[in-house]
């Protein structure tokens, strides 16, 4: 049985892609800050729970230390923690929506690492985005050329980054990056815009199934392969 973890998934894509996994015979956890949220999002799907705060690194390292000594390994992960921070551009929130959206990336990835080691099909997947992306944000024909989120999009640069960098210098582990598509969650209650989350999960559980032989270091959507 394969073993996954996602973060932030009391809700969302993350939700819904431990929905799709689940169905696939996966064994999800499901982490999130709210115990209370996260207990009864696990018990709606029949996933596992564990609290996972992943700008505390004590949650980080105790949601780790408990799938480790209930798993003895994880094969898959998906980052998917993530937030907006529209409120303002101002310091305190940058470093909030850094914090969340890239250093995140890290704190979590560092912990999991032995236990991604013992797999023998290990899969690291960044829920990211084209707001990140030079070659979107400058394309007249993308959506993004026209989002005003500079935090938002400066710390998916990050998590991309992060994630390739991932990938050249863990080789024995897949980690590949992606575009969900504009999909109608919390985040973008507030534009009236996004399809059903269930469209925009397939992607990311297509990455999260990606066989041994699968690509990584790559940056995907639901077409395939991005530039970035």
Do not use: C
């Amino acid at each position: 049985m394969t073993v996954t973890l996602i973060t932030g998934a009391n809700k969302g894509i993350g939700f819904e892609t431990a929905k799709q996994l689940l169905e696939l015979g996966h064994k999800v956890y499901i982490g999130a800050r709210d115990v209370e949220r996260g207990e009864k999002a696990a018990a709606a799907l029949g996933a596992h729970f564990v609290q996972l705060d992943v700008t505390d690194d004590a949650s980080v390292s105790g949601a780790l230390a408990t799938i480790g000594s209930a798993e003895g390994r994880l094969d898959v992960l998906v980052h998917n923690a993530g937030i907006l921070g529209t409120e303002s551009a101002d310091g305190p929130t940058a470093l909030r929506v850094f914090d969340t959206n890239a250093v995140g990336i890290v704190r979590v990835t560092e912990a999991a690492l032995p236990l991604l080691r013992k797999s023998s099909n290990p899969t690291v997947v960044t829920v990211s985005s084209s707001a990140g992306s030079f070659w979107a944000v400058n394309n007249p024909d993308r959506p993004e050329f026209h989002l005003s989120l500079a935090l938002y999009s400066a710390s998916k640069s990050a998590a991309t980054m992060l994630t390739i960098q991932y990938a050249k210098s863990q080789p024995g582990i897949k980690f590949n990056a992606l575009e969900p598509g504009t999909t109608a969650t919390d985040m973008t209650a507030a534009f009236g815009i996004g399809r059903p989350v269930e469209e925009s999960a397939r992607t990311v559980v297509r990455l999260a199934t990606l066989g041994p032989d699968g690509p990584t270091g790559t940056f995907h959507d639901e077409t395939g392969e991005l530039p970035w």
